[in-house]
């Protein structure tokens, strides 16, 4: 399994997951992607990520190969479509949660209804 860590908005000082925690996943067998910078404002470089095991990717890159995406914040409206190909299916979920969703939840729905047609489900 890869877990990707989106790199916060600019207000955000936090990450979603610290190189101590990625460390640990590691340890189970996970493959850590951390967007490069993700952890600067939390006082987290890249260098201690590698240090843990976790590898520094770009967004696009990370978008792409994770399995499972970490972010405090809402992501952005068009987040979505960002997404690698096959990414959003009957067995992955998405919570989108906060003030302001862009609409993703909705989004997400008829995604993951489209998915589940096309499987005959």
């Not at 996943?25 to 976790?54: C, Q, R, S």
């Not at 995406?69 to 992501?75: D, K, N």
Request: charge should be negative; aromatic fraction near 4%; avoid cysteine.
């Amino acid at each position: 399994m890869i877990i990707g860590i989106l790199k916060e908005p600019a207000f955000e000082n936090r990450v979603s997951l610290i190189p101590e925690a990625a460390k640990n996943l590691i340890k189970l067998k996970a493959h850590i992607l951390v967007e490069t910078n993700a952890g600067a404002k939390a006082m987290a470089d890249d260098a201690e990520y590698v240090e843990a095991g976790a590898k520094i990717a770009s967004r696009e890159e990370l978008m792409k190969q994770a399995d499972i995406l970490l972010s405090i914040q809402t992501p952005e409206k068009d987040f979505l479509s960002k997404l690698g190909k096959g990414k959003i299916d009957a067995d992955a979920a998405l919570f989108v949660y906060g003030r302001e969703d862009h609409g993703l939840s909705d989004e997400l729905l008829i995604i993951l209804d489209e998915n589940l047609k096309a499987h005959g489900a």
